[in-house]
């Protein structure tokens, strides 16, 4: 019994290119126009989600590689996040509360020995990897999700947007009340 949450092997494929190219011809028979975009965004996702798996089964095996690991992360989040706050130089001030909190928790639960101290642990701790999964597991889900949502979502806004064309899916009148005079 493989202790991933998804095998991976040639029905995974088939089902990611299944769950792209349904969604991808929904938004087109759905006239949402932008069917093109789903394959764009499905086949970006499988490209970086790989290659962030590689990096981590790549890291995973050191603990020095993995502080530097999660260094890049927090590094990664404070220009990301600092960038969405200030648009300026003064960015770096949002990775105070990114890596004071984050930090403080990995640490403690490190120290208590709650967490193992081993790369495969600290990680998905960290915040990147999802319940100690492998850096496969990960990234195969994150990338399954992905897709399985482009599809999901084109499903169903292509319903309700016919739904609602067709009358079927309006808000309720409320009925004018009677005075009590």
Known sequence: MPSTM??????L???LVVLTLVAAAVVTLGKLGHGRQVIVAAVRAAI???AVSLLI???VVSLWATAAFVVLMCVVATVTS???ITGGSRGWWAGAPIVGGSMLVVAGLLLAGLV???GIAVIPVA???IGGASPLAAGVTQ???LVGLLAVEAVAVVLTVELVARGRLQPTRSKPRKSRR
């Not at 998804?6 to 029905?11: M, Y």
Request: charged share 15%; hydrophobic share 50%.
């Open 143 to 145: 990338l399954v999700v």
């Open 116 to 118: 193992p101290m081993r």
């Open 13 to 15: 494929g088939v089902a």
């Open 6 to 11: 998804l095998v991976v092997g040639p029905k």
């Open 127 to 129: 915040g990147i990897l």
């Open 48 to 50: 970086q989600l790989g």
């Open 57 to 59: 089964a790549a890291t």
């Open 82 to 84: 600092g960038r969405r």
